[in-house]
């Protein structure tokens, strides 16, 4: 009888350690994942230098720089071009930024690119922001196909009582795009208290 129980002793044994092993591998390919997560959300926000050693000087376009701001009033109509000839294809490869915590006088900035993938010259005919507080300084107004513009969005914490609120600010750009005509980019700040 002694040898039952010592065997089924041991059964329940591995069996428990099997278990064990399973939640351990479990939790380590949790962590993992977390870990691969945390490294993805990391590289999507990468800051200026990242961004401007993507592409050398001659692939920044400079025609027409300009300054958006807060201004809700109509503009220009979006100059398209005929349909069936070359059109511009806008790509914005980082939306949105997240500066994180910062003071409430803090004036913070990030630089985002607008790329022109298509055959024709990408026109963007207005851009403003989504509150005072912000600006955005655009390195041209036309990007010509294969090249790049900058945009250079700043955030002054200070411009309103934002203390102990997260905000987050947008610039809208419109644009000759006839898929896309209105892109977006966001930033976001965590304004610590007084």
């Known amino acids: 009888m002694n ?10 044994r591995r069996r428990d350690q099997q278990r064990k092993n399973r939640r351990i591998a479990a939790l380590a390919l949790i962590g993992a994942l977390l870990l691969g997560v945390a490294a993805f959300l990391s590289l999507q926000q990468r800051g ?29 109509p979006i100059p398209f071009l005929p349909g069936r000839g070359p059109q511009p294809n ?15 006088e803090d004036v913070v900035e990030q630089t985002f690119v607008i790329r022109n993938d298509g055959e024709a010259p ?6 403003y922001t989504t ?20 945009v250079k969005v700043i955030f002054d914490a200070g411009f309103h009582d934002a203390a102990g609120q ?23 700040a965590a304004v610590n208290a007084k």
């Open 3 to 12: 040898s039952v129980v010592t065997r089924r002793q041991q059964i329940e």
């Open 48 to 76: 200026d230098a990242q961004a401007a050693a993507e592409y050398g000087s001659d692939d920044v376009a400079t025609d027409g720089p300009f300054v958006a701001e807060h201004e809700m009033g109509g503009g220009q």
């Open 90 to 104: 806008i790509v914005v490869p980082e939306t949105f930024f997240d500066f994180g915590r910062i003071g409430p």
């Open 122 to 127: 990408l026109t963007i005919s207005r851009a």
């Open 131 to 150: 509150c005072g507080c912000t600006t955005a300084e655009f390195s041209a107004s036309v990007i010509p196909p294969g090249k790049v513009a900058t």
């Open 166 to 188: 997260t905000v987050r600010r947008g610039v809208i750009m419109e644009n000759n795009d006839p898929d896309q005509s209105q892109a977006e980019i966001w930033v976001q």
